[in-house]
C-alpha cells in the first residue's frame, strides 16, 4: 500500500473513538492525515464525546479528551489530499452547515477519491447532496437523513461497515475493524 495523504474534518464534539482512532490507525500504517476544523488552525484542539451503547435507547454521552488539530482549515486544497475520513459525534450536525466544508466533500466524490465515514457523519454527506443512488450506514438516528438525500440507508450490525464505489460507511465505533479494513482495500487501489 503506497502512502497516501488524507484530510480528516472534524469539530468539537467529534466521538472520541471514531476520531483518534482511524486518525492513529492511518498513521500507524503510513499515511498522512491532516485534521482539521472550520474556524481552527493547527495545534488547535476540539473537544470529543465518548458515546457508548449501554443498554439504553440510544447512546450515552460521557466528556472526551482534546484533539489536537494537525493542520489549518484555512487554505486546505481537497487537489492534494488522496481520501477524506468523516468522523461522527456531534461535530456532523454543526459543520453539514459550512458551504467550504460542504464543497470539500463534494470534491472527494466528483473525483471519484476514497471516503471513510462513520456514525453521524452520514449527515455531512446528506448535506453535501453526495448521496443520491448510494448505499451508506450510519448510527440508525440518521437514517432519515440518508433516505431523504437520495440514499439506501444499510441497517447492517454495529460491527459491519458497507463499501460502496469509493465511500466506505459504518454505523458506530464498534465496527472499526471493518470499517477501516474496508477503507485501507481503497486506498490501496
Not at 484542539?45 to 447512546?59: K, L, N, P, S, W
Not at 471516503?115 to 448505499?135: D, S
Amino acid at each position: 500500500m503506497g502512502a497516501k495523504t488524507i484530510l480528516m474534518i472534524t469539530g468539537d464534539f467529534t466521538e472520541d473513538y471514531e476520531t483518534m482512532v482511524p486518525f492513529q490507525a492511518l498513521q500507524a500504517v503510513g499515511h498522512t492525515v491532516h485534521a482539521v476544523c472550520p474556524g481552527k488552525k493547527a495545534g488547535d484542539t476540539v473537544a470529543t464525546a465518548i458515546h457508548d451503547f449501554e443498554g439504553d435507547q440510544t447512546y450515552t454521552e460521557k466528556p472526551g479528551h482534546r484533539f489536537a488539530l494537525n493542520a489549518d482549515f484555512d487554505g486546505v486544497d481537497p487537489a492534494r489530499y488522496d481520501a477524506l475520513v468523516v468522523p461522527g459525534g456531534r461535530a456532523p450536525e454543526y459543520l453539514r452547515l459550512n458551504t467550504e466544508v460542504q464543497n470539500l466533500v463534494r470534491h472527494f466524490f466528483d473525483t471519484n477519491k476514497p471516503v471513510a465515514a462513520i456514525c453521524h457523519g452520514a449527515q455531512l454527506l446528506a448535506a453535501a447532496g453526495v448521496l443520491e443512488g448510494r448505499t451508506c450506514s450510519a448510527y440508525p438516528a440518521c437514517q432519515p437523513e440518508v433516505e431523504l438525500a437520495g440514499g439506501t440507508y444499510a441497517g447492517i450490525d454495529v460491527d459491519d461497515a458497507v463499501t460502496d464505489g469509493n465511500l466506505v460507511t459504518a454505523p458506530a465505533w464498534p465496527a472499526h475493524p471493518a470499517w477501516l479494513a474496508q477503507f485501507f482495500k481503497l486506498l490501496d487501489q
